[in-house]
């Protein structure tokens, strides 16, 4: 694991132009570490991987992702990094009923690289056969997309994330409505990918998988409150500071939250 961070945040302010953001954000994470985003409904998670793909306004402070550095101007705008990122939303705008493969849903990931008018080529295919491989569905790989589970599913757009071969990724609460089979196979995939030097942001309310998986923690709440290795900072004090006003259940496999969905 390399100790030059693929993504830093300095006094990190990303705030939507129509209310609401997170502040405060102190934290780097290196190539082949995996850092896990925990706090309650509303804290900032998705406004976080939002602001570093440059999709909510850097506000205040510095962000640099790679050696790209981008800083809070007057506009309140970042500079676009492309290239780096792939990302892994909540949900997806994927009609199970279009008649697409696997195959080519994960070659969508490459759509930055191709541009406009190129068609995929040799390295295109390869990347895609690889992404499938890592995340366990080359034999898939002509089943259309509809037809998978939806734990397959979520692993394929794990796969057409990766197919960009980013340095950097986002994945915003993967694990929701996933089976154990399906559970199990994404860890292993998070596992490889830290092998293989890619850093990983996850946000998660499971504490198994920060505890299994990442190196750090991360709790947000609106700020950032703590950030630091996992056995540091997933304490119950923590949590409850974290989750202040709701009933909050830790024990060494989950986080339980009333009421908490994950968003």
């Not at 640099?64 to 007057?74: F, H, K, Q, R, Y």
């Not at 191709?114 to 390869?126: F, K, Q, S, Y």
């Not at 004090?237 to 009421?259: K, S």
């Amino acid at each position: 694991m390399s100790d030059s961070p693929v993504l830093r945040l300095v006094g990190a302010a990303f705030t939507h132009p129509a209310g609401g953001g997170v502040s405060e954000l102190e934290l780097a994470v290196p190539a082949g570490a995996a850092v896990a985003l925990i706090g309650p409904n509303g804290a900032g998670k998705s406004t976080l991987l939002r602001g570093v793909l440059g999709l909510v306004p850097l506000t205040a402070g510095t962000m640099e992702i790679g050696s790209t550095d981008a800083t809070a101007n007057v506009s309140g705008t970042v500079h676009a990094r492309n290239g780096m990122i792939g990302f892994l939303p909540q949900s997806t705008e994927l009609d199970p009923d279009f008649p697409i493969s696997l195959e080519q849903v994960v070659m969508q990931g490459r759509y930055r690289r191709l541009g406009l008018v190129r068609w995929p080529g040799r390295a295109d295919r390869a990347a895609v056969r690889r992404a499938l491989e890592t995340v366990g569905l080359e034999a898939l790989a002509k089943r259309r997309f509809g037809e998978l589970s939806g734990g397959q599913r979520q692993r394929g757009l794990l796969a057409r994330a990766l197919a960009g071969e980013p340095r950097l990724l986002l994945l915003d609460e993967p694990f929701n409505g996933l089976d154990q089979a399906n559970r199990d196979a994404l860890v292993e995939t998070l596992r490889a990918l830290k092998r293989q030097g890619v850093a990983v942001v996850v946000s998660t309310h499971d504490l198994e998988l920060a505890k299994d998986v990442c190196d750090s923690v991360v709790l947000v709440n609106g700020v950032q409150l703590a950030f630091g290795p996992v056995g540091e900072v997933l304490t119950l004090g923590n949590v409850q500071e974290c989750f202040e006003g709701v009933e909050v259940e830790l024990d060494e496999h989950t986080l339980v939250v009333p009421g908490h969905e994950g968003h």
